[in-house]
């Protein structure tokens, strides 16, 4: 089992891009999250699923938008990425009432 | 509304020193339990759980955490830390009711000194 895997690993944008973070996972969970850490604000939920095609907003969904069009896998995308969206970018699963499994994160910088 | 509270957010220990950091949750009936901790650089992993029986959990590397209902609290312990155990450690409730909202708390660092 790979558990939760997320590509890519890093990344440098410039103000206005785009790009897709893709999440996948091989545990057959239903639940889904993707989170932002930055320093000293611990994990804030951008968006998350409770099954495949489902999603619903996070506490920080502004400026992100995801897809959960197959059940392994949960996309974050940013239309047109900012500084503020620099961060680490963690995705999880779990099934049930159990913990959350992480994905390893992908550090993105935005210039 | 919901909620999870680490008051402690940095704590700095030496090695063989205990520890104990705390967390608290807001009244929401029934929950399931967690702890995390974040080696630097890595992701968050599961070091204890609780559901349900015995109030006092034993989890990997030594910490164990104890639930006391009347307190809605589930403070992490460990007798003797090593340098090895800095990292950031977070507590997360779900609610198993209402929302069944999955919390995590801010987050606790923890810096050992050797």
């Known amino acids: 089992n790979a558990g939760v895997t997320q590509t890519p690993k890093f990344r440098v944008l410039k103000t206005g891009q785009s790009m897709t973070l893709l999440c996948a996972q091989d545990?057959?969970?239903?639940?889904m999250y993707w989170y932002r850490q930055d320093p000293g604000m611990g994990l804030r939920l951008i968006h998350y699923?409770?099954?495949?095609?489902?999603?619903a907003k996070g506490e920080v969904p502004d400026g992100y938008n995801v897809s959960r069009l197959k059940k392994q896998n949960f996309l974050l995308g940013l239309e047109s990425a900012a500084p503020s969206q620099t961060s680490v970018y963690f995705c999880?699963?779990?099934?049930?009432?159990?913990?959350?499994?992480f994905g390893p994160g992908t550090r993105l910088t935005v210039l | 509304a919901q909620s999870v509270s680490q008051h402690n957010h940095h704590v700095i220990l030496s090695e063989a020193a205990s520890l104990e950091l705390g967390c608290n949750y807001s009244y929401g009936g029934t929950v399931n339990l967690f702890w995390y901790v974040q080696y630097p650089g890595q992701h968050l992993q599961l070091l204890l759980k609780?559901?349900?029986?015995?109030?006092l959990v034993k989890g990997i590397k030594g910490f164990e955490a104890e639930f006391i209902k009347s307190k809605f609290s589930f403070n992490l312990r460990k007798p003797s830390v090593q340098w090895s155990d800095t990292a950031e450690y977070f507590c997360?409730?779900?609610?198993?009711?209402?929302?069944?909202?999955?919390?995590f708390g801010t987050g606790t660092r923890l810096k050992v000194l050797a």
């Open positions: 997360a409730v779900i609610f198993l009711s209402g929302t069944y909202k999955y919390i």
């Open positions: 609780y559901f349900s029986g015995d109030p």
């Open positions: 999880a699963s779990r099934d049930g009432y159990n913990e959350q499994f």
């Open positions: 699923s409770v099954g495949e095609g489902t999603t």
């Open positions: 545990m057959n969970h239903e639940y």
